[in-house]
């Protein structure tokens, strides 16, 4: 079974323009977490999807954040417009309902220079 | 808010020796779960070992076994017979038992790099 997979890898993008962020949870996982990472720093939760429906998005630092996931399968996680402190490693994982254990992707590591 | 605290950045182990990561955790909550989870370099992240907080037996898999005191809100985490595969990044984590606005959310700490000498 595949396990959550994030897209791309890697980005370096300018300041001010738009990045894209992909992430296919294991499927049947109803839960769906985006995290980001910030060099040195903890990893912090950013939002909370179940299915479709945000459960909670109280983790975004602010509206240059959008997080969609249509038909409740994959997720996107848009930055516009990209700036320096955006930078870091944005997780994403995914559980069952009921379940205790997460699953997590490898991450995008996103420069912005 | 539940804070998880690492204060090893760093840490270094021989192969074949044993390595204790720290880890302290504060909460209110009576209920909950913490996590170890390990993230080589470059690659996912993955659960090494869970526990519940009510149950006071340390959760152990193969060679990696925890040392739990609820009382004292402390989580470390022992690596046994260490192997150069163990290099890697590792995260202690909180999740509440409790379903909250914020789900199933993890906290976690800042991490400690382990790095395994041959």
């Known amino acids: 079974e595949a396990g959550v997979t994030q897209f791309p890898s890697h980005s370096v993008i300018e300041k001010g323009q738009t990045v894209t962020l992909r992430c296919d949870p294991i499927?049947?996982?109803?839960?769906l977490y985006w995290y980001r990472r910030v060099m040195g720093k903890e990893i912090k939760f950013l939002l909370h999807?179940?299915?479709?429906?945000?459960?909670?998005e109280s983790g975004m630092p602010n509206n240059r954040f959008l997080a969609e996931r249509t038909g409740g399968t994959y997720s996107t996680l848009k930055v516009q417009p990209a700036e320096l402190e955006d930078s870091g490693v944005y997780f994403c994982?995914?559980?069952?309902?009921?379940?205790?254990?997460?699953?997590f992707g490898q991450g995008t590591r996103l420069t912005v220079v | 808010a539940q804070t998880v605290t690492q204060s090893q950045p760093e840490m270094s182990v021989q192969e074949a020796e044993t390595v204790t990561l720290s880890c302290t955790y504060d909460?209110?909550?009576?209920?909950?779960?913490l996590f170890w989870y390990k993230q080589p370099p470059s690659r996912q992240m993955i659960l090494v070992i869970r526990?519940?907080?009510?149950?006071?037996q340390n959760a152990t898999e193969n060679r990696f076994s925890v040392n739990f005191q609820k009382a004292a809100k402390s989580f470390s985490l022992k690596i046994s017979d260490s192997q150069l595969g163990d290099a890697a990044m590792y995260f202690c984590?909180?999740?509440?038992?409790?379903?909250?606005?914020?789900?199933?959310?993890?906290?976690f700490g800042k991490g400690t790099s382990l790095l395994v000498t041959p």
């Open positions: 994982a995914s559980s069952q309902t009921g379940g205790t254990e997460a699953f």
């Open positions: 909460t209110s909550e009576s209920d909950y779960y």
């Open positions: 526990q519940e907080a009510y149950k006071q």
């Open positions: 499927s049947g996982h109803d839960n």
């Open positions: 984590a909180y999740r509440s038992a409790l379903n909250s606005n914020s789900g199933y959310a993890l906290n």
């Open positions: 999807f179940v299915k479709e429906s945000k459960q909670d």
